[in-house]
């Protein structure tokens, strides 16, 4: 069945330093792709998607390619801030599927 | 507008109440849904309304109820709730092709007491 595997952390983070979340994913078929975030309190914002391989995804500063050889979406952003902390979720959706599937979440903390 | 609406934003509940939560969207989706949300987890689906029907429940028990009264609106009844229900409740929309992305409320902080 379709899934999405990502690190889980909690990751800790000075300010300005470069921030990887690695999102893996099982799927049939060509899945969109998408990190979603969520700050304290608050619901779901998508921030970013790529519909297609080798598509890049990018918004406020943060960045994921679509490699469908190696079935990944790593979210990437040169250098965070104390505003980025939050929970991160990878998510995947099918043509053929009508649910979106989340991973697990990782948790960011942003240290000054 | 990529915005979705959701009241109350909290809401304190006895086992015995009935209470409604309520979303609204205008961004013209034919698709909405209703997730639970515990702390730190990912969100679970409950229900899907597709053009006001339903069209996925997800085995939710009973004492949650959706309703779709027309296109920019979904509401879930809340009746004798258990105090396991307490979490954040989140509404979403999404353009009805599969593969779309959802877009969500801020979500309602139910507890049940």
């Known amino acids: 069945g379709n899934s999405v595997t990502q690190m889980e952390g909690p990751v800790t983070l000075s300010e300005e330093a470069f921030l990887t979340i690695n999102c893996t994913y099982t799927?049939?078929?060509?899945?969109?792709l998408f990190w979603y975030v969520q700050y304290p309190g608050e619901g779901l914002q998508l921030l970013l998607k790529?519909?297609?391989?080798?598509d890049k995804g990018s918004n406020k500063g943060f960045e994921a390619t679509y490699r469908k050889e190696t079935t990944s979406f790593h979210l990437e952003k040169g250098s965070v801030q104390v505003s980025d902390s939050a929970v991160y979720f990878c998510?995947?959706?099918?043509?053929?599927?009508?649910?979106?599937?989340f991973g697990p979440g990782t948790s960011l903390s942003v240290i000054p | 507008d990529t915005e979705v609406t959701q009241t109350p934003k909290h809401l304190v509940m006895g086992m015995t109440n009935k209470k409604s939560l309520k979303c609204e969207q205008h961004?013209?989706?034919?698709?909405m849904y209703w997730y639970k949300q515990k702390a730190k987890k990912p969100p679970e689906l409950m229900f899907v309304y597709s053009y006001e029907k339903l069209s996925i429940n997800e085995s939710v028990p009973s004492r949650f109820s959706p309703e779709c009264p027309n296109s920019s609106l979904l509401n879930l009844h809340l009746h004798a709730l258990q105090p396991e229900d307490s979490a954040l409740y989140l509404c979403?929309?999404?353009?009805?092709?599969?593969?779309?992305?959802?877009?969500f409320g801020p979500g309602t902080r139910l507890t049940v007491t």
């Open positions: 790529a519909t297609k391989a080798d």
């Open positions: 979403a929309s999404s353009q009805l092709f599969r593969g779309r992305e959802q877009y």
């Open positions: 799927a049939t078929g060509y899945p969109s």
């Open positions: 998510a995947l959706s099918t043509r053929s599927y009508d649910k979106v599937i």
């Open positions: 961004m013209g989706h034919r698709a």
